[in-house]
């Protein structure tokens, strides 16, 4: 949102510009229409005792002419002034619309540099998460371990003779509650390590689904940054390709020769 608010911004700047610029060359205009238009008139001097002497028709012809020419001339002159504003706001436009493309172009690469920050960054953690999950499997399984081989101990404990053996160097008359109390110790021994065990199993799964998906969003962004990278180089091979087309000179046609 940010993001699509400070183009809105942009966008809504440079139209306001535009406008301004358009209200700009429309009143300058006006002013110059203005001052032609109320450029005051040159005060006819004063003659003092002049010689009176009649003027012969040529020379009110040669007046007229020469005011007619000198009013072609002002029309000639100002002509261009007028027909020069039109120009200038079509090159103003040309320029504004011109630094529109220019910022819509910065503003989509930096978007497209700050999704791939944000891409190298999650591809990071989502490694150290992986590694970090693998330690914790390789740990789970080393306890698994060593609970099974303890398990195995004390099965191989529970055996009756093996019981009648670990109880036979105590001197005792009733050597079937010792026998009963060494089982009840094994077996209580068995329940614990066998409920240790399951505990492990689960977390040994849960990791390995953990493991899992950690790989999959990793080979996701790696996808999504390759991907980025052959844009990114097709967009240059493009805009270079265009530039050199653009800089070539265009083949003029050369004459062809008269036939004598």
């Known amino acids: 949102m940010p993001k699509r608010s400070i183009r809105n911004f942009l966008m809504a700047a440079l139209a306001l510009f535009i406008v301004t610029a358009f ?4 009143s300058s205009a006006q002013r110059r229409r203005k001052r032609r238009t109320s450029r005051p008139r040159p005060s ?13 028709p040529g020379d009110n012809s ?3 002419g020469d005011t007619t020419g000198a009013t072609d001339n002002t029309n000639t002159q100002t002509a261009p002034a007028t027909e020069q504003d039109p120009e200038a706001m079509k090159q103003t436009i040309r320029t504004l619309s011109n630094q529109v493309d220019k910022l819509s172009d910065k503003i989509t690469q930096m978007e497209e540099s700050q999704r ?7 591809l990071s953690r ?12 390789r ?7 060593e609970l099974e081989a303890r398990a195995e101990d004390v099965d191989y404990a529970l055996k009756p003779e093996n019981i009648e053996r670990s109880v036979a160097g105590y001197g005792t008359t009733h050597p079937e509650e010792l026998r009963e109390q060494r089982r009840r110790q094994l077996q209580s021994e068995k ?3 066998r409920k240790q065990l399951d505990q492990l199993n689960e977390s040994e799964q849960r990791l390995q689904q953990a493991i899992a998906t950690s790989d999959a969003e990793i080979e996701r962004v790696r996808k999504r940054l390759d991907a980025a990278d052959e844009a990114a180089i097709q967009n240059a091979k493009t805009k270079a390709q265009s530039e050199g087309t653009s800089s070539q000179p265009r083949a003029t046609a050369s004459p062809s ?4």
């Open 139 to 145: 740990d789970v399984q080393a306890k698994q371990a």
């Open 23 to 26: 209200l700009l060359v429309d």
């Open 257 to 260: 020769p008269t036939p004598y």
């Open 62 to 64: 040669n007046n007229s």
């Open 44 to 56: 006819a001097p004063r003659i003092t005792n002049p010689a009176i002497y009649q003027t012969s």
């Open 126 to 137: 989502a490694e150290q998460r992986s590694a970090q999950l693998r330690t914790e499997l």
């Open 191 to 193: 329940d614990r390590v």
């Open 116 to 122: 791939s920050l944000v891409d190298l960054e999650r």
